[in-house]
């Protein structure tokens, strides 16, 4: 089976840029999750999403950050204006809702603003 | 709310030693306790969970995890370390209910020497 197909892996863009990070779920899973890796911050959790409704969205930094589920299958985070400090990697992970909380993840989204 | 807390950002070892990880959370409710691997470039796999039942927690690679309710900790350790165990290891916390998120602790860089 395949596991979560996230694109694109790498992507640079200038300041100023829209940037859009689009990420399929593993087939059957109910629950979507974004997050981002820097070395200052580790891991953090942006968004959540549970049967295609976002749940948790307070951790998205600002409103250059918006994130949708249009369907069980995709989904997409985009950063428009993109800064210099929105260079991370966006890993995006899912879940069975009743499935002990395990977080599949894919292999991330390295993004570079420069 | 939940958080974790990884202590020490690097770990080193040599081959065959012991390999100890620590972590410690805090949770309002029962937790969920999870410990994930980071090889560069590349997602997080999961190595092994608690959820409920026993609290000594076997994995893959032959890594384990205790929970201990009284000190608030979820441990990794491995006997013996591997050349191929070098990786970034998370801790990780979620609400003892399902749909909610993964809290991630900051990381614990573990090297291993011949």
């Known amino acids: 089976d395949a596991g979560v197909i996230q694109s694109p892996r790498h992507e640079v863009t200038e300041m100023g840029q829209e940037v859009t990070l689009r990420c399929k779920p593993i087939?059957?899973?109910?629950?979507l999750f974004w997050y981002r890796q820097t070395m200052m911050r580790g891991l953090e959790l942006l968004i959540y999403?549970?049967?295609?409704?976002?749940?948790?969205d307070s951790g998205m930094p600002e409103d250059r950050f918006s994130a949708k589920m249009p369907n069980a299958s995709f989904s997409t985070l985009k950063i428009q204006p993109s800064e210099p400090r929105d260079s991370a990697v966006y890993f995006c992970?899912?879940?069975?809702?009743?499935?002990?909380?395990?977080?599949?993840f894919g292999e991330g989204s390295r993004l570079t603003v420069l | 709310a939940q958080s974790v807390t990884q202590l020490g950002s690097h770990v080193s070892v040599s081959e065959g030693a012991l390999v100890l990880l620590r972590c410690n959370y805090s949770s309002s409710v029962p937790p969920y306790l999870f410990w994930y691997v980071q090889y560069p470039n590349q997602g997080l796999q999961l190595l092994l969970k608690y959820t409920t039942g026993a609290t000594l927690v076997k994995g893959i690679n032959g890594f384990e995890a205790e929970f201990k309710k009284s000190e608030t900790s979820f441990h990794l350790t491995k006997p013996s370390a591997h050349m191929s165990d070098a990786a970034e290891y998370f801790c990780a916390v979620s609400a003892y209910q399902a749909g909610t998120a993964l809290i991630f602790g900051k990381g614990t860089t573990l090297s291993v020497s011949s």
């Open positions: 992970a899912s879940s069975l809702l009743a499935g002990g909380g395990e977080l599949f």
């Open positions: 087939s059957g899973h109910n629950s």
């Open positions: 999403f549970n049967n295609n409704v976002p749940i948790d």
